[in-house]
């Protein structure tokens, strides 16, 4: 009983952290759609007067003394200095959504520490960087670093990301480096739990993906059963052989299929013309009739008029002789 409490309690405590990066996560995302949004109704302002700038500039017939003051009187100065007021950069990869999670999760540093202390997080095959930048950050949330080490890995850190690193780093800005660093590592983090990249030793919602597969031991006496079952070969070798004959096999009756059909036209277009269909054999049409003379018949209009009696939920429509007849005198 205290053993599956454990397990639980571990359980528990992983998701939260889960939960709590999943949300910061999401509210940042949410911040910034907001701004691309008001980014978008600036963007329309610029582009209308990109439909009066160009055929202005690119008129022969107006003299160049004239053009600044032609462009004023089209647009009108409100409008002018309406745009130039404010500046227009252009956007990051990610939107601006790092550097908006940086600035709203103090809280979600303040818990890390403890949970990289806590937690004993594995990486499976192709995390080895990521587990080492896991190991680092947590040295440095132990040891109370602040910078973090010239050969700290960063090759987990997605591409929509990584221009904040590689500013930082070249201006020697070393606490927005950390900071920045710091986000990817945990976001890396998440993301490996939840595609089972990394995992938690323990856990029964993160255990390591492996364990549910066969041993080398386990699978050995299976093996032989199991390929006759499925008709596959037990060798890799026997596998790909057979595979290839499959794939020569496939490709020499498109070939009958589609010779003296496909060809060029005068014009080097390629002409497809519609496949016969394929034949259906005689035992499927038995089948058919078979099958349907196993359904009991059912007489459309009888049951129609048992439902109107059992619902009166129908009723048919009057005839045009029924509309036009006259009412009889009161």
Request: glycine residues 8%; negative net charge.
């Amino acid at each position: 009983m205290a053993a599956q409490s454990a397990v639980d309690l571990l359980d528990e405590v992983v998701a939260l952290f889960d939960r709590a990066v999943s949300a910061r996560e999401s509210r940042t995302k949410t911040k910034t759609d907001e701004a691309l949004v008001e980014r978008a109704k600036k963007g329309e302002t610029r582009q209308l007067l990109m439909d009066v700038i160009p055929p202005v500039l690119a008129d022969p017939s107006i003299p160049d003394e004239q053009v600044g003051g032609l462009l004023r009187e089209r647009i009108g100065m409100s409008r002018l200095r309406e745009t130039v007021a404010g500046e227009w950069r252009p956007l990051p990869k990610d939107h601006g959504r790092l550097p908006a999670m940086h600035a709203s999760c103090s809280d979600l540093r303040q818990f890390t520490p403890n949970v990289l202390a806590t937690i004993d997080f594995q990486g499976g095959p192709g995390t080895a960087d990521l587990m080492a930048a896991v190991a680092i950050l947590k040295k440095l949330k132990t040891g109370g670093g602040r910078k973090v080490p010239e050969d700290a890995p960063t090759s987990f850190v997605p591409a929509r990301y990584a221009d904040y690193l590689d500013k930082a780093r070249k201006t020697g800005d070393d606490t927005s480096f950390r900071h920045y660093w710091e986000l990817c590592v945990i976001l890396g983090l998440r993301h490996g739990l939840r595609s089972g990249d990394i995992f938690v030793p323990g856990s029964r919602r993160y255990a390591d993906p492996s364990t549910y597969l066969y041993t080398p031991e386990q699978w050995q006496p299976k093996q032989a059963a199991f390929c006759t079952l499925a008709g596959k070969p037990a060798t890799a070798a026997d596998a790909l052989a057979q595979g290839e004959e499959e794939l020569h096999t496939a490709l020499a009756e498109l070939e009958k299929t589609l010779a003296g059909a496909v060809r060029l036209d005068g014009d080097d277009n390629l002409v497809i013309p519609k496949l016969t269909a394929e034949d259906v054999p005689a035992e499927d049409g038995e089948l058919k009739d078979e099958l349907a003379g196993m359904l009991p018949f059912a007489p459309i209009a009888s049951l129609l008029i048992e439902l109107d009696v059992r619902t009166g939920s129908w009723t048919a429509p009057p005839t045009p002789e029924a509309v036009n007849r006259p009412s009889p005198p009161s």
